[in-house]
């Protein structure tokens, strides 16, 4: 299987701030690599497909990047709704895996 | 617009069955997978396994053993078993829509409204 870590586990932010999330494959993904917004009570939402996609109705302020193994998803100018917890996942072969998730709180 | 809606679950005893099943509203499910996925405190996010509209499944290793994905396609929906559950089967459980037939590694959107599962004597 392949193994997913995301840094930091957790961060505490202000509105406003600029918000980077790391995660990192244990092989290299190509660019099969996935967000996904997580709030309580709601099914987890997915932002970046494609490690880089924004998916459609997402706002521009969140942001992917990388390839390989390393990737990074940015979130612009946090806003209140904003505060969540963020997955990444593999696309690249199944069983599709998913990083143990960073949760944003409010600073 | 595709929507997924979850029924089944809830309060299971160790080593029964659970069953779960997933309607498909406003698509079809030509030419994607569809997929269960479950969220427990001690694992994270989880991917269970997949159907495409043919049959064709795909499961997690973990959990192979004990899974069953089925597909009913003129009655809209999908469905999960889990045999012989234990107290690491409680979870959240969503259903996802996955990648293309054609181009497997997708994102899972949109997702179910997620359905709670506790194991417990």
């Known amino acids: 299987d392949i193994q997913m870590t995301q840094s930091p586990s957790s961060l505490s932010a202000s509105v406003g701030d600029r918000v980077t999330i790391t995660c990192r494959a244990s092989?290299?993904?190509?660019?099969?690599l996935n967000w996904y917004q997580h709030k309580p009570g709601q099914a987890p939402k997915v932002l970046i497909y494609?490690?880089?996609s924004l998916q459609s109705g997402v706002p521009p302020r969140f942001s992917g990047s990388g390839s390989g193994s390393d990737f990074t998803l940015t979130i612009s100018g946090l806003q209140p709704e904003d505060f969540a917890t963020y997955y990444c996942?593999?696309?690249?072969?199944?069983?599709?895996?998913f990083g143990p998730g960073t949760k944003v709180d409010v600073k | 617009q595709v929507q997924l809606q979850q029924w089944g679950g809830g309060l299971l005893k160790p080593s029964e069955t659970l069953s779960l099943t997933c309607g498909l509203y406003?698509?079809?499910?030509?030419?994607?997978?569809w997929s269960w996925i479950r969220q427990s405190p001690g694992n994270g996010l989880e991917w269970i396994g997949e159907?495409?509209?043919?049959?064709?499944?795909n499961y997690n290793p973990s959990l192979k053993s004990r899974v069953s994905i089925s597909i009913d396609t003129s009655k809209n929906h999908f469905s999960l078993k889990v045999m012989s559950v234990n107290a690491e089967d409680t979870a959240l459980y969503y259903c996802?829509?996955?990648?293309?037939?054609?181009?497997?590694?997708?994102?899972?959107?949109?997702w179910g409204q997620g359905t709670p599962v506790t194991v417990s004597s």
């Open positions: 494609g490690a880089s």
């Open positions: 092989q290299s993904l190509k660019n099969y």
């Open positions: 159907i495409d509209y043919s049959g064709t499944t």
């Open positions: 996942q593999q696309s690249y072969s199944p069983p599709f895996t």
């Open positions: 406003g698509g079809s499910f030509s030419n994607f997978y």
């Open positions: 996802a829509r996955g990648g293309t037939t054609m181009s497997p590694a997708g994102r899972f959107d949109p």
